[in-house]
T-cell receptor, first 115, second 114 residues
Framework: AQSVTQLGSHVSVSEGALVLLRCNYS??????LFWYVQYPNQGLQLLLK??????LVKGINGFEAEFKKSETSFHLTKPSAHMSDAAEYFC?????????????FGSGTRLSIRP | GAGVSQTPSNKVTEKGKYVELRCDPI?????LYWYRQSLGQGPEFLIY????????DSGLPNDRFFAVRPEGSVSTLKIQRTERGDSAVYLC????????????FGPGTRLTVL
């Protein structure tokens, strides 16, 4: 079965520090991968998506993620954290070559930013 | 333009009651999805519509859950004989309809079953 695993349910970094949120996927075929962000009391917002083009994907708000097939990883990074980045982040996958469009989400990582 | 909207934003009901949750997708989006997000977890897929028909309903947990999209736009998720375990945030998303199109999510309906 296709799935994603997010390592760390809670990550805390200082303002201005590097943000690294980890995600590993399992898929028997090349997947489509996503990162979504959920701010308190708001809906899910797409940060970025990988669809088999460039392996380094740039998203909104200065986030980027790199697809590494050999490691089955799709970690999310941002060079310098801002207080406004505090939110819940979800890694997600749509299995490639699948006629179904359902997204399979990870369990989420809550990002806290220390002043 | 307008995003995906969901009504009501909050719904409190008693165990055993029937509830309906509504989703208005982005205009022109042919695909519509329902997900359920329990506290502390990621969203879980329930059902996917392409136009008026359910293309994949494999995520519906049991026959108490049913969803319709009669005119290919607005969708209603219906839950019969609600149970306390049905308490969650129900999310709706829509997309243009190809397999890898971006899904745009609504704010969700928080359902609480007492």
């Amino acid at each position: 079965a296709q799935s994603v695993t997010q390592l760390g349910s809670h990550v805390s970094v200082s303002e201005g520090a590097l943000v690294l949120l980890r995600c590993n996927y399992s898929s028997s075929v090349p997947p489509y991968l996503f990162w979504y962000v959920q701010y308190p009391n708001q809906g899910l917002q797409l940060l970025l998506k990988y669809t088999s083009a460039a392996t380094l994907v740039k998203g909104i708000n200065g986030f980027e993620a790199e697809f590494k097939k050999s490691e089955t990883s799709f970690h999310l990074t941002k060079p310098s954290a801002h207080m406004s980045d505090a939110a819940e982040y979800f890694c997600a996958v749509i299995p490639g070559y699948s006629s179904a469009s359902k997204i399979i989400f990870g369990s989420g990582t809550r990002l806290s930013i220390r002043p | 333009g307008a995003g995906v909207s969901q009504t009501p934003s909050n719904k409190v009901t008693e165990k055993g009651k029937y509830v309906e949750l509504r989703c208005d997708p982005i205009s022109g989006h042919t695909a519509l999805y329902w997900y359920r997000q329990s506290l502390g977890q990621g969203p879980e897929f329930l059902i996917y519509f392409q136009g008026t028909g359910a293309a994949d309903d494999s995520g519906l947990p049991n026959d108490r859950f049913f969803a319709v999209r009669p005119e290919g736009s607005v969708s209603t998720l219906k839950i019969q004989r609600t149970e306390r375990g049905d308490s969650a945030v129900y999310l709706c998303a829509s997309s243009l309809g190809t397999d890898t199109d971006t899904q745009y999510f609504g704010p969700g309906t928080r359902l609480t079953v007492l």
